[in-house]
């Protein structure tokens, strides 16, 4: 196996993610650990968690070139995409925009974060855990939205995106076997840019942007209306796209 030009893994929670746990770091210019995810493996680059993560959660120690990232990292990464609030609020996807802005990839593999929770069993790879999308958040009204805004964004500097197969997901990236990395062709997908200029011009007419990332304290002027209609043009959008194969390596 060869490693994927500028191939960024990202661990979440779900249980399926113990897949990614022997994967060949070889395949990988970085790997992002998420929350509770760095007990997956020891050999993350970077661990991302927010503020209120607790800390006898977080690694006890770093190895050699490990790095925390928090939300003076995070906050303006997902600025440069158009704010948190568009993204959406969850650690998966704030992770994505900040990998997109800090490490420039030319594709990012999630898995277990696929943001699904039947309410029975053990949602987590751990065991059971708080699952963030089920709050009562603003921004997260629609998750397979802002996975399609995700990844057009992606697509936009030529990243792809992909997530381990099997099972439900909230997110829309094409999945891809992860013994299939470094040997056969990367999906990507082509945005449309009628429909993508659509939707991020409605955005910006918008201005539901708080740089700080603290967009709980503006969300009562926020129209759950408006964005539901973002949201909807997102969803466009990405049922427009082109899906095309490209060189994984």
């Not at 440069?80 to 030319?106: D, E, K, Q």
Request: include cysteine; charge should be negative; hydrophobic fraction near 40%.
């Amino acid at each position: 196996m060869t490693k994927t030009a500028r191939t960024v893994l990202i661990l979440g929670s779900a249980p399926n993610v113990l897949a990614a746990r022997d994967l060949p770091k070889s395949l990988f210019s970085s790997i992002v650990a998420i929350n509770n995810a760095w007990n997956v493996r020891e050999d993350w680059d970077y661990h991302i968690s927010p503020d209120d993560f607790p800390d006898i959660r977080k690694p006890d120690r770093l190895r050699a070139g490990q790095s925390l990232i928090g939300a003076n990292d995070y906050v303006p990464a997902n600025n440069a995409y158009g704010g948190i609030v568009y993204a959406g609020a969850t650690m998966a996807f704030t992770a994505g925009y900040w990998v997109l802005a800090a490490l420039r990839p030319s594709a990012m593999v999630f898995v277990g974060c696929d943001m699904v929770y039947s309410g029975t069993g053990n949602p987590h790879f751990y065991g059971k855990g708080t699952a963030d999308p089920l709050r009562n958040d603003i921004t997260l009204r629609n998750l397979e939205a802002k996975s399609a805004r995700l990844m057009l964004h992606a697509s936009q500097q030529g990243c792809a995106c992909v997530r381990a197969p099997g099972g439900e997901s909230r997110l829309v990236f094409p999945p891809m076997a992860l013994e299939d990395l470094g040997q056969i062709d990367m999906p990507r997908i082509r945005a449309n840019p009628t429909a993508f200029n659509r939707a991020q011009s409605y955005e910006d007419s918008l201005g539901y942007f708080v740089e700080s990332g603290r967009y709980w304290d503006a969300a009562p002027n926020y129209s759950t209306d408006h964005l539901d209609a973002i949201d909807q043009l997102w969803i466009n959008a990405g049922d427009s796209a082109d899906a095309q194969m490209q060189p994984s390596a």
